[in-house]
């Protein structure tokens, strides 16, 4: 991804699970524009550029939460991977829940992936930490213009 950030926009309702990711991806060996929504119905007007984000930058890769207000993570992904300007988008889903039913529809629905929060800080950060290295160092990412 040369010297060009990766923008990662997170969907994440918990103030904690932010900053404990933000601290997490801060020693990240490459240059990432972390962008926060709080709730499903923020991230899809973010994602779909509609105001207050109208001139937000197309993430190249999302973080996404399932129990979130408004609009949960599965109707998140669902809306993303219906709309043929999204659907590309590579989806994260980091949650507490670690739910069979859970990790079966949101890999039906698109998920590239599915990370049970663990519990504690040092194990989380760990986590993040792997998706840093794997889908920030090893994997190649689409990037939009």
Not at 131 to 140: T, Y
Request: aromatic share 6%; proline share 6%.
């Amino acid at each position: 991804m040369s010297s060009k950030s990766i923008h990662v926009l997170m969907v994440e309702d918990d103030a904690e699970d932010v900053m404990l990711t933000k601290e997490a991806l801060s020693s990240s060996k490459v240059s990432l524009d972390l962008q926060v929504v709080e709730d499903g119905a923020q991230a899809m007007a973010y994602l779909r550029q509609e105001p207050p984000y109208d001139n937000a930058p197309r993430p190249d890769m999302i973080l996404l939460d399932l129990n979130l207000p408004k609009k949960n993570g599965r109707e998140v992904l669902n809306e993303m991977r219906e709309d043929t300007n999204l659907r590309g988008i590579p989806v994260i889903i980091l949650t507490t829940s670690d739910q069979q039913e859970d990790v079966l529809k949101t890999y039906e629905l698109g998920a590239n992936c599915y990370i049970t929060k663990p519990v504690g800080l040092e194990q989380f950060s760990k986590v993040v930490s792997s998706i840093d290295h794997f889908w920030f160092s090893i994997v190649k990412l689409p990037h939009y213009e």
